[in-house]
C-alpha cells in the first residue's frame, strides 16, 4: 500500500481513532511508510506516534472548495492567510 492505490477494511476498535481518515464504508486508502521509502516522513510518524499513540497522519489535498489543488507555495500561502490556518509547512519551513 504504497501509493494509496488500495482501499483497506479498518479495525472495529480503530475506527474512532482515525475517524477523518475513513470513507462512508469504514476503509482508508493508506500511504504505507518505511525507513526504506521515505525516512522522513517515517521518522515524522514515529515521533507523532510517541506523542498520541497513533502512528499515522492525513494528508489531504489542499485548496478551497470548488477550486482547482494549490499547485505553488505562493498559492499556498494565501490560501494560509486568507483561512486562518494554525499553521503551513513547505518542506522543512514552518
Known amino acids: 500500500a504504497q501509493y494509496m492505490i488500495i482501499a483497506f477494511n479498518v479495525k472495529n476498535e480503530k475506527l474512532k481513532i482515525i475517524p477523518s481518515a475513513l ?55 494565501e490560501l494560509f492567510c486568507e483561512k486562518n490556518y494554525d499553521a503551513l509547512f513547505l518542506q522543512n519551513c514552518m
Open 23 to 77: 470513507h462512508i464504508d469504514n476503509t482508508t486508502r493508506p500511504h504505507v511508510c518505511t525507513q526504506k521509502n521515505n525516512l522522513e516522513l517515517h521518522k515524522l510518524l514515529n515521533e507523532f506516534n510517541k506523542i498520541t499513540g497513533v502512528a499515522c497522519l492525513l494528508n489531504t489535498s489542499m485548496n478551497k472548495r470548488g477550486e482547482p489543488i494549490i499547485e505553488s507555495p505562493e498559492q499556498a500561502y
